[in-house]
């Protein structure tokens, strides 16, 4: 397999947005999927599971101040610095009509050079939602994706492809099923402009904060809107959770992520961001409405060509919920661990496959082995 190789960029003598988009053009069509702009650092670009310095030059804050400046509000650069996070989309021209460059911006605040340092990763979005096939999922998780109603919800770390698994799924219930779709985004990602819905599929996209202040207040406007589906893009905090579950108690289906370190511990710690007292029922009501939980990770190929997903999962059938449903909710991780083994859908079963194609290297799966 050929490798890419990462071009050094050429720095201009100050960066602003017209060289930001150049260089972004040239390390995207070299495969990186994330661009990193630090004070006091070159450019660097995350490619086949590392990061590399792409340039010769250390930026300065004020360049940084000024590229946040030109792609977002004309103020951003105050308000990240006085420690307010932005985050949105960013698109890039490249060249034609259709043709178009996505990106997800993090700006935050840092410390590298002084106190009001900027911190700024792109990550880039495909112009396009990739299809369910490309997932490579077993067959009884790709067929337990699509419930009636219930929840679906996909955890792990940032940047371990959540989102991406979840653009495949709605691309296969707008190709397939023809629906309607409602999402909740913090910022939209991918798009569906490209994505043939048989005329009886349709999706309607909002954003956090630019559309609904919350979360939880987006899912209880998308309740008065006859949806078929809906999608919270992130389910963290207690009014989310509480009006995601009334959603899937309703008859919808539901999809969301989390950020958990395990399939086991995820209903156990959407249940904590309840106060005490709430909690025993939150956990109930959370298993009633689960249909199927992933939990997913990146982890970077042994010939370095790229990324391969590492997944555990279990489908919540009659059997799961009865058998937990008959201990206290605090044992649920052990006892969701011994289900994801007797299954073979743990993320150890998982590494060891693709330790065995030589996908990835021994260190890794050890290293999640050793974590299980």
Not at 254 to 279: C, D, K, L, Q, S
Request: contains cysteine; hydrophobic residues 40%.
């Amino acid at each position: 397999m050929t490798v890419p190789v990462l071009p050094e960029i050429r720095d201009p003598v100050r960066y602003d947005r017209d060289s930001l988009d150049s260089c972004l053009r040239t390390l995207v069509s070299s495969g990186a999927s994330d661009v990193l702009l630090v004070p006091e650092s070159p450019v660097r670009a995350y490619l086949r599971g590392r990061w590399e310095t792409v340039g010769t030059r250390s930026l300065k804050t004020h360049e940084i101040a000024d590229i946040l400046n030109a792609i977002d509000m004309g103020n951003s650069s105050s308000m990240v610095a006085a420690g307010q996070a932005r985050n949105f989309a960013y698109e890039i021209s490249l060249g034609d009509r259709t043709s178009r460059l996505r990106l997800r911006v993090n700006a935050s605040g840092a410390r590298r050079s002084g106190n009001r340092d900027i911190k700024i990763v792109l990550r880039t979005i495909p112009d396009t939602p990739p299809t369910l096939d490309s997932m490579g999922l077993p067959q009884e998780l790709a067929v337990a994706l699509f419930p009636l109603d219930g929840l679906v919800c996909v955890a792990g770390a940032t940047g371990s492809g959540k989102s991406t698994l979840l653009s495949a799924i709605l691309r296969e219930r707008l190709e397939r099923r023809g629906c309607h779709i409602a999402t909740a985004e913090a910022p939209i990602e991918f798009v569906y402009d490209k994505v043939e819905t048989r005329n009886t599929g349709i999706i309607v996209q909002s954003e956090i904060p630019t559309h609904h202040p919350s979360f939880g207040k987006a899912v209880e406007e998308m309740l008065r809107q006859k949806p078929d589906v809906i999608l919270v893009g992130e389910a963290r905090d207690a009014e989310t959770i509480a009006n995601t579950v009334l959603a899937c108690q309703t008859g919808h289906a539901a999809y969301t992520t989390v950020h958990t370190n395990g399939v086991g511990e995820t209903i156990g710690r959407m249940a904590e961001a309840f106060p005490g007292p709430e909690r025993d029922a939150a956990a109930s009501k959370l298993l009633a409405a689960m249909r199927v939980l992933i939990h997913q990770r990146l982890l970077r190929k042994a010939d370095g060509s790229g990324r391969v997903p590492i997944r555990e999962w279990l489908v919540f059938d009659r059997e799961v919920k009865r058998t937990l449903f008959s201990e206290s909710w605090s044992r649920w991780p052990f006892v969701i661990g011994e289900l994801l083994d007797a299954r073979g859908s743990s993320a150890v079963h998982d590494a060891r496959r693709a330790f065995s194609s030589g996908l990835i290297t021994k260190d890794d799966f050890q290293a999640i082995e050793g974590g299980a």
